[in-house]
C-alpha cells in the first residue's frame, strides 16, 4: 500500500468511524394518494380512528396510471413548444379526504436553514408563478394565502387576490405532510392585464414565530399591459411531492369542460383501462396544457368488511392537449392498483371508477370485477 | 421477514429492508452533499425506493448497492437544483445553514472534489464507504475492471493534485 493509499483508506476509516444519526424513514404515510385505501361504510368515532390508523399498515404503493396517445374528435391542436412545463402543472382534486393530522419530522426552519426561489411563466391569461422553499432538515409553514407581490421598494403591488374556479378545486394538502422532505412548493396565478411597477419580489408566511415571512426575489414575467388593465392574483397550494406535483389553480376556462367514462364491463384487478371523454360545451377551444393538468384516478369496491378504496394519478402534460370548440378528445387510461387493495376484491363485485382534474366535474362509473 | 427476494409489500416490510442500509446511505449522502442537504437526499431516496421498489431486480445487485445508485442519483439531482437556487441568509449572524462536517483530511478532501464524476464516485465508494469492486460496480451500473481502471485514474490524478510522490 503506497502512501496515498494508505491517506485514503485512513480518511476513509475516521469518516466511517465520525457518529452520525441514523436516518429516520420518511413518512410513507404521506404517499397515500398514491394508494391508501379507507372503509368508508365505517363511520363516526371508529371512521377517524381508522382514518388515521389504517393507511399505515395498508399501503398499496406502486399503484401507477398512463395515458396512451388520446383520440381526438373531431380534431385536436398542439399548442406551442413554449407551454409551460410540468412544473406549471394543476395539481388534481383529493378524492378522498386527507387523514392526519401528523407530527412534524423535523424542528421549524429559521430564515438560516432555508434556501427559496420565485419565478413566473407565461401563460394563456398572465403568467403562473412557481415559489420553491427548501428547509434543510427542518420544517418549513406555508400559508399560501398570505402571497403579496411587492415592487422594487418593497411596497404590494395594486393587485387584487381572489379565488379561481371553483368547480372540482383542488383540496388544501396540509403542509406538515409536503415538509417530509424538506421541500415546499406554492403557485399563484396573476392573470388579466397590469401595467403598474414592475414585481421585484413576493413575500408569504413560510416560517413560524416573529419571523414567519419571506421575501424572495421573483424573476420572470408579468401579464401584459393593456388599457382598462386590471388583474387578479390567485393563490395556489402547498404541494405534496417534489417536484411533480404542481400547484397552480385550474384556468377559469375548464369550466367549459366535462368529463366522462365511456362505459366499461368489465375490469381486471391489476389494470383498470378505461376511456375518458372531455368535451368542450363552449365555443371557445380549451387548452390543457398552459397549464397543464394532472389528474387522480380512484377505484372502490367492496370488500368483506365496508369498501376499499384506492388511489393513483398522472399527468396529461406531455400530450399538450387542446379541446377543439364543441368537441371532445378521448384520453385512454390505464390505472394499476397493485398490493393489498385489489387482492381483497371480489370476483364478480362492482368497482367504482372516479377521474378528475381540476377546474371539472368528476366523472365517474361503474364496472364489474373480472374473475380471476 | 422481507429479504432481498422479496420485495416489500408494506411500510412495515419496507422498513425491515432497508434498514440495514441506512447508515451506508447516510456516509454517502454527507460525502455527495454540496451544503448539508444529506438527510433531505436520504429522505428523497427512500421516499423513491418507496415507490420504485417493485423495480428492484436481486439478479442485478444487493437492495444496499440499489440503495446506493438511487442516493447517487438524488444527490446528483438536489445538487443540480442546489445551483439555481437563491440562498437566503440569516441577517441576524450572516451564517448560511447546511455546513458539512469538518473533513478528516482537508486537502484531500478538496482534492476529492476536483475529480471527474465516476473517478469521485470510485473514491467515494471504495474508500470512503468501504465497498468491495464489486459492489462499487452494482452501484454505479459498470463492470468491475472499469472500476478498478478508474480507481487507478482517480488515484493518478489525486496524486497530481495532491503532489505526493510515491
Redesign the interface.
Same mark, same amino acid.
Given at each position: 500500500m503506497n502512501e496515498l493509499d494508505r491517506r485514503l483508506t485512513d480518511a476513509g476509516t475516521r469518516f466511517r468511524a465520525i457518529p452520525q444519526a441514523l436516518p429516520s424513514l420518511p413518512d410513507l404515510d404521506r404517499r397515500r394518494r398514491r394508494g391508501w385505501l379507507i372503509p368508508v361504510a365505517m363511520t363516526g368515532a371508529a371512521a377517524v380512528v381508522a382514518a388515521v390508523v389504517i393507511p399505515l399498515v395498508a399501503l398499496g404503493g406502486g399503484d401507477t396510471a398512463r395515458v396512451r396517445a388520446p383520440v381526438t374528435n373531431p380534431s385536436s391542436s398542439h399548442v406551442p413548444e413554449s407551454a409551460n412545463a410540468e412544473s406549471y402543472a394543476v395539481a388534481p382534486p383529493l378524492l378522498r379526504a386527507p387523514t392526519g393530522p401528523v407530527s412534524l419530522r423535523k424542528p421549524p426552519c429559521t430564515p438560516a436553514d432555508v434556501t427559496a426561489k420565485a419565478a413566473t411563466a407565461t401563460a394563456s391569461d398572465g403568467v403562473l408563478g412557481l415559489i420553491t422553499i427548501h428547509g434543510a432538515g427542518c420544517s418549513v409553514a406555508v400559508d399560501p394565502a398570505t402571497i403579496t407581490l411587492l415592487d422594487a421598494a418593497g411596497q404590494p403591488l395594486d393587485v387584487a387576490v381572489g379565488p379561481g374556479n371553483p368547480t372540482n378545486p383542488v383540496q388544501a394538502v396540509r403542509p406538515d405532510i409536503a415538509q417530509g422532505v424538506g421541500s415546499v412548493k406554492v403557485g399563484f396565478a396573476w392573470t388579466g392585464a397590469y401595467c403598474g411597477p414592475a414585481a421585484a419580489s413576493v413575500r408569504l408566511a413560510a416560517l413560524p414565530g416573529e419571523q414567519s415571512e419571506l421575501t424572495i426575489p421573483l424573476t420572470g414575467p408579468a401579464p401584459r399591459c393593456a388599457p382598462n388593465a386590471g388583474s387578479r392574483l390567485v393563490p395556489g397550494l402547498v404541494g405534496s411531492d417534489s417536484p411533480q406535483v404542481a400547484v397552480e389553480p385550474a384556468p377559469v376556462a375548464w369550466s367549459g369542460l366535462t368529463a366522462s367514462i365511456e362505459p366499461i364491463g368489465t375490469v381486471d384487478q391489476d389494470a383498470l383501462t378505461f376511456t375518458v371523454v372531455l368535451a368542450n360545451r363552449t365555443a371557445t377551444a380549451i387548452a390543457l396544457s398552459d397549464p397543464c393538468p394532472r389528474y387522480e384516478v380512484s377505484a372502490s369496491a367492496p370488500v368483506p368488511v365496508g369498501t376499499m378504496s384506492s388511489g393513483t394519478g398522472g399527468s396529461l402534460c406531455s400530450e399538450r392537449l387542446v379541446v377543439p370548440a364543441h368537441g371532445s378528445i378521448r384520453i385512454p387510461i390505464t390505472a394499476s392498483f397493485t398490493g393489498a387493495t385489489t387482492d381483497r376484491w371480489r370476483p364478480g363485485g362492482t368497482v367504482h371508477l372516479a377521474w378528475a382534474i381540476a377546474g371539472v366535474p368528476t366523472a365517474e362509473t361503474d364496472a364489474i370485477i373480472a374473475a380471476d | 421477514m422481507a429479504t432481498d427476494r422479496a420485495v416489500p409489500? @408494506? *411500510?412495515?416490510e419496507? $422498513?425491515a429492508w432497508? #434498514?440495514p442500509h441506512?447508515?451506508a446511505?447516510?456516509?454517502l449522502a454527507? #460525502?455527495l452533499a454540496p451544503? $448539508? @442537504?444529506h @438527510? @433531505?437526499i436520504?429522505? !428523497?431516496a +427512500?421516499?423513491r425506493a418507496? +415507490?420504485r421498489?417493485?423495480t428492484f431486480d436481486p439478479d442485478r445487485g444487493s437492495v444496499q448497492t440499489w440503495l446506493l445508485a438511487i442516493v447517487t442519483d438524488r444527490a446528483r439531482r438536489i445538487r443540480r437544483? *442546489?445551483r439555481?437556487?437563491? #440562498?437566503?441568509?440569516? !441577517?441576524?449572524?450572516g451564517?448560511? *445553514? /447546511?455546513a458539512q462536517?469538518d473533513?478528516?483530511?482537508p486537502a +484531500?478532501?478538496i482534492a476529492v472534489r476536483q475529480l471527474p464524476r465516476r473517478q469521485r464516485m470510485v473514491?467515494e465508494l471504495y474508500?470512503?464507504? /468501504?465497498l468491495p469492486v464489486a459492489e462499487c460496480a452494482a452501484v454505479l451500473g459498470i463492470a468491475e475492471g472499469t472500476v478498478k481502471s478508474t480507481l487507478s485514474d482517480a488515484?493518478s490524478r +489525486? #496524486?497530481a493534485l495532491?503532489e505526493?510522490t !510515491?
Open positions: - | 409489500r @408494506d *411500510a412495515d419496507f $422498513g432497508v #434498514r441506512l447508515m446511505m447516510k456516509h454527507v #460525502r451544503t $448539508g @442537504d @438527510d @433531505d436520504v429522505q !428523497e +427512500l421516499l418507496w +415507490l421498489r417493485s437544483r *442546489a439555481s437556487v437563491l #440562498r437566503l441568509v440569516d !441577517e441576524r449572524n451564517s448560511v *445553514a /447546511g462536517p473533513p478528516v483530511d +484531500l478532501d473514491i474508500y470512503f464507504l /468501504g488515484r +489525486l #496524486r495532491l505526493v !510515491e
